[in-house]
């Protein structure tokens, strides 16, 4: 039910800390062709397109107008466990003020999302929601985002994980600074790409959101709680109900996502 899934954003209602965004630093992964995997055997079509889309997003002027120097794009190949590991230490040159963003597109797993190369039986070559929250944690930006439009990524709330996200959150309610997940399925549910978006169904409306769909007041900023309303029953509806977004963490409803 959409009303279970507002609870996050619920949670932090009264959380209206005003937000200025400095600098972004994004890292931005989008995997078709996995090393291990033919498209026969589980590649996608579309995630290195996608990723290739939000870094036209970024570049633009709703998305910020990041710099290329500010933007870390690996797709397919370039998506090794460890060039994805040294590529989020761009993260550490944000300050206070500036937001960090994490995109993932590709397969995910309970408690990890997949590199490029990844291979079954071997769990070292995963990147797992600990490293990526740790990643965060080491940052000094104001605004944390975490973007994932992949299978299972709700698993990023669960228990198991839990511990490492409230170490983030914590030092959210110290700092003011806001701390958020954009998950494109529940941990229990995959995530769709669809033939006719040509795309994930989540970073298609993510996008579409983002550029202007999404804002609802019509005041030209779509803030983080007008994207859920506009994406999260758009996907539903897209996927017949196989996958629900999930928006979690510590943040203002205010919080802009983008500026028309």
């Given at each position: 039910?959409?009303?279970?899934?507002?609870?996050?954003?619920?949670?932090?209602?009264?959380?209206?800390?005003?937000?200025?965004?400095?600098?972004?630093?994004?890292?931005?992964?989008?995997?078709?062709?996995?090393?291990?995997?033919?498209?026969?055997?589980?590649?996608?079509?579309?995630?290195?397109?996608?990723?290739?889309?939000?870094?036209?997003?970024?570049?633009?002027?709703?998305?910020?107008?990041?710099?290329?120097?500010?933007?870390?794009?690996?797709?397919?190949?370039?998506?090794?466990?460890?060039?994805?590991q040294?590529?989020?230490?761009?993260?550490?040159?944000?300050?206070?003020?500036?937001?960090?963003?994490l995109?993932?597109?590709?397969?995910?797993?309970?408690?990890?999302?997949?590199?490029?190369?990844?291979?079954?039986?071997?769990?070292?070559?995963?990147?797992?929601?600990?490293?990526?929250?740790?990643?965060?944690?080491?940052?000094?930006?104001?605004?944390?985002?975490?973007?994932?439009?992949?299978?299972?990524?709700?698993?990023?709330?669960?228990?198991?994980?839990?511990?490492s996200?409230?170490?983030?959150?914590?030092?959210?309610?110290?700092?003011?600074?806001?701390?958020?997940?954009?998950?494109?399925?529940?941990?229990?549910?995959?995530?769709?790409?669809?033939?006719?978006?040509?795309?994930?169904?989540?970073?298609?409306?993510?996008?579409?959101?983002?550029?202007?769909?999404?804002?609802?007041?019509?005041?030209?900023?779509?803030?983080?709680?007008?994207?859920?309303?506009?994406?999260?029953?758009?996907?539903?509806?897209?996927?017949?109900?196989?996958?629900?977004?999930?928006?979690?963490?510590?943040?203002?409803?205010?919080?802009?996502?983008?500026?028309?």
């Open positions: 039910m959409l009303t279970n899934l507002l609870i996050s954003l619920s949670l932090f209602v009264g959380y209206q800390q005003p937000v200025s965004i400095g600098q972004t630093y994004a890292v931005v992964i989008g995997i078709s062709d996995y090393q291990a995997l033919t498209y026969a055997t589980g590649d996608l079509r579309f995630a290195d397109r996608d990723a290739q889309q939000v870094v036209a997003f970024l570049r633009s002027k709703p998305g910020g107008s990041v710099p290329g120097s500010h933007i870390r794009l690996l797709t397919n190949k370039q998506a090794t466990k460890s060039a994805i040294q590529n989020l230490k761009l993260f550490r040159q944000a300050g206070a003020g500036d937001r960090v963003i995109y993932f597109s590709g397969h995910g797993l309970p408690d990890s999302f997949v590199p490029y190369d990844a291979r079954p039986g071997e769990p070292d070559r995963l990147l797992t929601y600990r490293d990526i929250k740790a990643a965060f944690h080491d940052a000094k930006a104001t605004t944390k985002l975490c973007i994932a439009d992949a299978c299972l990524s709700g698993g990023m709330t669960q228990k198991t994980t839990r511990r996200a409230e170490k983030i959150t914590a030092r959210s309610a110290n700092d003011h600074s806001n701390v958020a997940m954009l998950l494109a399925s529940r941990s229990t549910q995959n995530a769709v790409e669809d033939g006719r978006l040509a795309g994930g169904a989540f970073t298609y409306f993510l996008l579409r959101g983002l550029t202007g769909q999404g804002d609802l007041d019509g005041n030209r900023i779509v803030t983080i709680r007008e994207l859920h309303k506009y994406l999260a029953p758009l996907v539903k509806q897209r996927t017949r109900g196989r996958q629900t977004p999930v928006f979690y963490g510590r943040f203002s409803d205010n919080l802009p996502l983008s500026y028309l």
